[in-house]
């Protein structure tokens, strides 16, 4: 599944929209596109959950739900596979760090080009 759907997004029902994404800011998560979107193995999902638990519910009557993200829209909107991110680590040279994330969206380029009919 993670291999479809690397991503998922928290929709809300109902009016608690500005809750949801106060949490979500607050526990770090980022707005996608105003969306709360982050890698399905990411931490965030447990940080959100009063229940300490990396699916939904997150709380009582919370009205929120997950749903997958496809790969292909990932893609679209350029984020990155969460199996290849670049690791946060010191890097003597600058320029290999920078030559690192040229090869990340040049890989994203070369299979965004490979969906196209």
């Known amino acids: 599944m993670l291999n479809i759907a ?9 009016d608690a929209r500005v809750f949801w994404i106060e949490r979500w800011q607050m526990e770090g998560g980022e707005l996608i596109d105003g969306r709360l979107i982050a890698a399905t193995t990411d931490d965030i999902w447990r940080r959100i959950s009063v229940f300490d638990l990396p ?17 292909s829209e990932a893609f679209r909107k ?26 990340d969206a040049l890989l994203q380029d070369y299979l965004l080009a490979q969906e196209e009919p």
């Open 78 to 103: 350029r984020l990155p596979l969460p199996c290849c991110k670049i690791p946060d680590v010191e890097v003597e040279d600058p320029l290999s760090r920078e030559f690192v994330s040229r090869l």
């Open 55 to 71: 699916w939904d519910p997150f709380a009582f009557e919370s009205f929120a739900y997950v749903q997958h993200v496809s790969r």
């Open 6 to 14: 690397p991503y998922s997004e928290l929709v809300n029902l109902q």
